[in-house]
């Protein structure tokens, strides 16, 4: 493991920890779990810092992925998969080294289906895999992200339910804000996104939650503040900085209800995600329902904080994506993947950051977790995990690469 | 292919600098005399570079150089035969990216215009900075005020009187230093 942080050698010749950089330019999709990076830039985390956060919405994940690639974005609020498929060359654009600074969220993530489904019985997982296997019209599901997080969350459920995801449905991408568009219009016959696009779908009365994220896997690791790892390089002060200003944001939303009641406020604005305070603000305490007349609390609902535990960018978080790409013949190959995390995943500087401002740090580079299927992961076999599941596409070629 | 404008303040230059620009390959855009308005023809024209070919630049021509660097930030080269080390640090005080003294030949010209441009480039990104720095200086300096008015207002400490004017700017879809701003208008209001 790479255990020197990358340093700009003038920093520790000045004996200083000051940024290299004062004005960062951060990207953002209109999505309730982008709520820390906007509150740190908008309430002041940043400036005792010394940084000040120009935030910039993106209106795609992959207008925001070439953004950051090409430096026009400093760092940006970002799919775990988007940043790992990046670094290992998958989707349109080279290989670009990237590095993952913090986890943002965990959970609140949503797969709905359509009204039109409901309206023919189709409200349960049983009833959706009997239609898929029985009708002859093929259905197609929607995610953000050909590597995306919810591309596999989508692609997970399906199979969990013996649904294979590339060969009994249709898979296509859509910008989350404009999902509901897109159902309106009857091109989606379901669709996986992340809140309020879920919850909005349900107050227009055009569809209804099928499954949670957190029900595939509770307490999921979701977005990422993700750069370059050239920017990392070139500028770890400011990384720091940034984390820094970010995780304390992301305290503060959580110490009380009535602080997450306001960053609700503050999401719903025009700048930021445009949408009714309705959409937003039950799912982000918590409070669900699945517009089938289905109430309740969720135990796994959006955690931006959790007590650092949903920020600490775990090497096993990262290294899930890769044995998903691996799954759906994104990757052809086993990449070694403990050592691209190790890459990827800046653990090291990470708590530093964290440390520094009294947020609690776990020592383990690893976490375990049950899956929704029985599968326990914790990152000990991946080649063998990437391999363990009945449906897959790892003898194909690249398919799933060609759909996207 | 890179636009310039060429300024020659003497009536025996030219042609002199122009024959070698265009030789290089330039779109070259002359004015004669530094009566022009510089910034007003820089903003017409939009050149990559400026270019100045001056025997001496004068106080006329510094002043020129001033409000371009100010208004319409661009690359400007200054060609002379002012050796005058004086002269040459007020050149590059009022904003001037390359100072060369005699010389003039058509295969140093790109390398020159490079530099000239790079180092314009930088010195923008660092002022950029510079202000970004100012502007959270001062951001954070009327924030802290605010917080101190707050704080003798409602009898709290300071993570209380943070976390309420928070609230305040977020329910209102605000940033933070708008309502500072008010907490500081407000108090002066009531005195």
């Given amino acids: ?404 | 292919m890179l636009r310039i404008l060429l300024i020659d303040d003497t009536e025996k230059k030219v042609g002199r600098l122009k024959a070698a620009l265009v030789e290089a390959g330039f779109e070259v855009i002359e004015e004669s005399g530094l009566t022009i308005d510089l910034p007003a023809r820089v903003e017409t024209v939009r050149p990559d570079v400026v270019l100045i070919d001056t025997e001496s630049p004068g106080r006329d021509v510094m002043e020129q150089v001033v409000l371009v660097s100010r208004d319409r930030p661009r690359p400007i080269v200054m060609f002379t035969d002012e050796h005058d080390p004086s002269v040459m640090r007020r050149a590059i005080q009022a904003g001037v990216s390359a100072y060369i003294v005699e010389g003039i030949h058509a295969a140093r010209l790109q390398p020159i215009l490079d530099v000239a441009m790079a180092r314009f480039e930088s010195d923008q990104a660092l002022k950029a900075q510079l202000h970004a720095r100012d502007q959270q200086l001062a951001e954070r300096k009327r924030i802290e005020l605010a917080k101190g008015l707050l704080m003798k207002m409602k009898e709290c400490n300071e993570e209380q009187a943070y976390t309420l004017m928070r609230r305040q700017a977020m329910s209102k879809q605000q940033k933070l230093i708008q309502v500072a701003e008010q907490i500081i208008a407000m108090s002066d209001l009531l005195g």
């Fill in chain 1, 1 to 404: 493991m790479n255990n020197t942080p990358p340093s700009n050698p003038l920093a520790w010749v000045n004996g200083s920890d000051a940024p290299e950089k004062h004005s960062l330019n951060i990207g953002f999709m209109a999505l309730s779990d982008c709520a820390s990076v906007v509150v740190a830039a908008t309430q002041g985390f940043a400036q005792p810092y010394g940084l000040s956060l120009n935030l910039k919405r993106q209106s795609s994940w992959a207008g925001l992925r070439d953004k950051l690639v090409s430096g026009e974005l400093d760092a940006a609020h970002s799919l775990y998969g988007l940043i790992y498929a990046v670094h290992l060359g998958i989707g349109g654009t080279g290989a670009t080294d990237m590095a993952v600074l913090m986890g943002l969220n965990q959970n609140a993530q949503g797969i709905n289906l359509s009204a039109a489904l409901q309206r023919q019985g189709v409200t349960r997982p049983e009833a959706l895999e009997r239609f898929v296997h029985q009708s002859r019209t093929k259905l197609t599901f929607a995610q953000t992200f050909p590597t995306g997080t919810h591309a596999m969350w989508l692609y997970y459920w399906l199979a969990s339910q013996g649904i294979h995801p590339l060969n009994d449905v249709n898979s296509v991408v859509v910008p989350p804000a404009q999902m509901l568009a897109h159902l309106q219009a009857g091109r989606i016959d379901g669709f996986c996104v992340g809140e309020p696009w879920s919850a909005d779908a349900l107050e227009q009365g055009q569809g209804f939650t099928l499954a949670t994220s957190q029900s595939i896997w509770p307490d999921h690791p979701e977005k990422v503040l993700g750069c370059t790892r050239a920017f990392v390089e070139q500028n770890p002060n400011t990384a720091r900085a940034l984390v820094k200003a970010v995780l304390a944001a992301s305290r503060f939303i959580e110490q009380s209800a009535e602080n997450r009641h306001s960053t609700a406020q503050l999401l719903s604005g025009k700048a930021y995600l445009d949408a009714p305070l309705n959409s937003i603000e039950p799912r982000l305490l918590g409070d669900y329902h699945d517009g089938l007349g289905n109430h309740w609390h969720d135990p796994h609902p959006l955690r931006l904080y959790d007590q650092g535990r949903a920020n600490l960018p775990y090497l096993s978080d990262g290294m899930w994506f890769m044995t998903q790409f691996r799954r759906w013949g994104l990757l052809r190959e086993d990449p070694d993947y403990l050592a691209v995390a190790r890459q990827v995943q800046q653990l090291a500087l990470y708590r530093d950051a964290a440390s520094a401002i009294g947020v609690p740090c776990s020592e383990h580079n690893m976490r375990r977790s049950q899956l929704i299927d029985g599968t326990v992961w914790d990152g000990s076999d991946p080649v063998g995990y990437a391999r363990s599941f009945a449906l897959h596409a790892l003898a194909e070629t690249p398919a799933a690469r060609a759909r996207c």
